[in-house]
């Protein structure tokens, strides 16, 4: 086994797919045993379903009468439909359209069978991949030629996070619902997770962070409890898949920083780019 290691920092349940297509993705680039790069895995947040009662009412009341539903990923879409408790189309007596700023949410559409129907479900999505970011949604939407002030938006999202669409949505016109469906609650600082950064090579590390909010969260711990790490940042290489997450990595320390497109075939394939330059 190499010295290089990637951490890959993404919640425990979206971490697996993404480790498992790194692995595949190396072994299929021909690596040998002995260079393959050890995996960590480093859940900086973890998403927890919001149950609070009167939840569900609110969300579905807020879709007898909207006319754009917008989810901000992947988890606000698993999390309403857990709230619902029914299909897609049953939840209005009119098709709802859907807004997605990226692929794995799409995916998650598709996996429920939303946009499948008989009568497809309008599903609004930045078209190329390297927008799929609130800003690419919006460049979408106001494609559509809605008079906004007569719309009614609904937006599904986590606890705290960027609000910029919907305040984009808002100055445009449109009555905009923000509905909280999940919470992150940050890797406490005693679990034995945080035990497997340490031995490793920072200046042979490759972070794969996927998330501002938990970047923030990483400076906040390296700078305070874990202090001793601080410096070695200054070694560690980043992957961000947006600008934004870029200069939060920055921010914290990140010696090295590198700007992929989003979506996990874009992480694995600046991963191995990354691998191949460390061994070479």
């Known amino acids: 086994m190499s010295k290089n290691t990637i951490v890959v920092t993404r919640p425990s349940g979206q971490a697996h797919s ?3 297509r790194l692995s595949a993705g190396f072994v299929s680039e021909g690596y ?7 995996i ?3 859940p900086l947040l973890t998403i927890a379903p919001k149950t609070e009662n009167g939840l569900a009412v609110q969300v579905a009341n807020a879709l007898q009468d909207v006319d754009l539903a917008i989810f901000v990923s992947p988890n606000a879409i698993e999390c309403t439909m857990r709230l619902l408790m029914q299909d897609w189309q049953a939840c209005s007596p009119h098709p709802i359209p859907i807004g997605v700023m990226g692929g794995s949410s ?3 559409l598709q996996t429920l069978g939303i946009g499948a129907e008989e009568a497809p479900t309008p599903i609004y999505i930045p078209l190329e991949n390297h927008r799929w970011d609130s800003e690419g949604l919006w460049e979408v939407l106001n494609t559509l030629g809605w008079d ?5 938006v609904v937006v599904f999202k986590g606890e705290d996070g960027r609000d910029w669409l919907a305040q984009t949505l808002k100055d445009a016109g449109a009555k905009v619902e923000l509905i909280s469906v999940y919470e992150r609650i940050p890797l406490g600082t005693d679990s034995p ?3 497997s950064i340490f031995p490793m090579d920072f200046s042979q590390s490759l972070w794969l962070l996927t998330s501002s909010e938990a970047v923030r969260y990483l400076g906040s711990v390296i700078q305070g409890p874990f202090n001793q790490a601080k410096k070695t940042l200054l070694y560690a290489s980043a992957i961000c898949p947006h600008q934004n997450i870029g200069e ?5 320390g990140f010696g090295k920083v590198f700007i992929c497109e989003p979506g996990d075939e874009a992480l694995v394939k600046a991963s191995q780019v990354w691998l191949s330059l460390s061994s070479s």
Not at 32 to 38: K, S
Not at 248 to 252: H, L, P, T
């Open 32 to 38: 040998l045993e002995q260079d393959l790069p050890q």
């Open 18 to 20: 993404l480790i498992e």
């Open 148 to 152: 906004w002030s007569q719309k009614k």
């Open 248 to 252: 939060a990595a920055k921010a914290i």
């Open 106 to 108: 799409r995916a998650t």
């Open 193 to 195: 997770e945080w035990e």
């Open 40 to 42: 960590l895995s480093l």
